[in-house]
């Protein structure tokens, strides 16, 4: 068993992720199914290889916090991993990065997106979505859209670094967590004094990191970043109840001055089982929604979304039914991944699908 030779494999066979447990055979996930492969991996194999992969600094977070997340190589491949300890050992997940950072027009977004958020010089936007529906590919194609429309000072803070973005003639400086900065909060502090045109945030994780985030928007600065919601009224519910009572007035009102996009995101199987298709919901702010964060009635944002005539609002049961009727994926599919299965229901019949 060469652990060299499985990360060939895995790489070059379109799978997305591999799991190395003691005692079990390798796990991996190819086009977003879990699937077991080969023989049980012995548990001394997989502390050789983690070994392998970490610098003595992260050897030292493995031994003290029993878990790290780190960034391997090898060859034109790049895998993020993140080991931990678990009832039965050492254990070790990676998911695999592509080599290149596609262009945005790839993906499967609308034009409108690439053409807002490249020309846009401040505002926050929130790329969110469950862990695996590619925010990471989402937010990498947009720094690199940037990085080439102008020059610009792109400043990105990752755990760990991901993507690595083509300067072009822009200036791009990607800080990784635990290595070029403490964590999210102090890189964010940080940046005010560095003079970017444009921060990443690879993840919003906690109360002051979105504090620091709404700080830094609020200052002119285009500031982007991911958190782990689905749909555009959960991720502004999520800031809110992060804060108390006697904070929500004012992040109330920073979110509705700040707030520029929300794009939510998920990959759907396709009809014909080739793989997974982009399914989308985006929220564009007006003066509408604006309005509604600072009352307090955020219930009323998908009724302005769904019935928005300047064609960038997009609810996420709209974007399924465009794939049902583009024959991308089927009415099942649409239905277990819808977050509104009524409002699903309600659209198939307006548009006569049965």
Known sequence: ?????????????GISDLHLIAGKPIFIRQNGQMQAMGEAVPKEFIETSVAQMLTPIQLQTLKSDRQVDFMFSQGEHRLRGNAFFTNTGLSACFRVIMPRVPE???????????EKLVSASSGLVLVVGPTGQGKSTT????????????????????????YLIQSHDSVVQQREIGRD????????????REDPDVLMIGEIRNQSTMASTLTLAETGHMVMGTLHTNTAVQTITRFLDSFTPEQRPQVRSQLASNLSMIISQRLVPRANGEGRVLAFEI???NYAIANYIRQDKIFQIPNVMQTDSSGQMILFEQSLVSLVMSKQITNEVA????????????????NNIS
């Open 139 to 162: 937010l990498a194609s947009l720094l690199q859209a940037r990085a080439l429309a102008r020059p610009q000072h792109i400043l990105t803070i990752e755990d760990p670094i991901e």
């Open 104 to 114: 945005f027009n790839t993906i499967g977004f609308p034009a409108f997106v690439e």
């Open 1 to 13: 068993m060469d652990i060299k030779q499985i990360i060939d494999y895995v790489a070059n066979n």
């Open 283 to 285: 929220l564009t702010m």
């Open 181 to 192: 900065v403490l964590d999210y909060e102090a890189g964010i502090i940080g940046s005010l």
């Open 335 to 350: 239905y277990e991944y819808a977050t509104d299965k009524n409002q699903l229901k309600a659209l198939f019949e307006l």
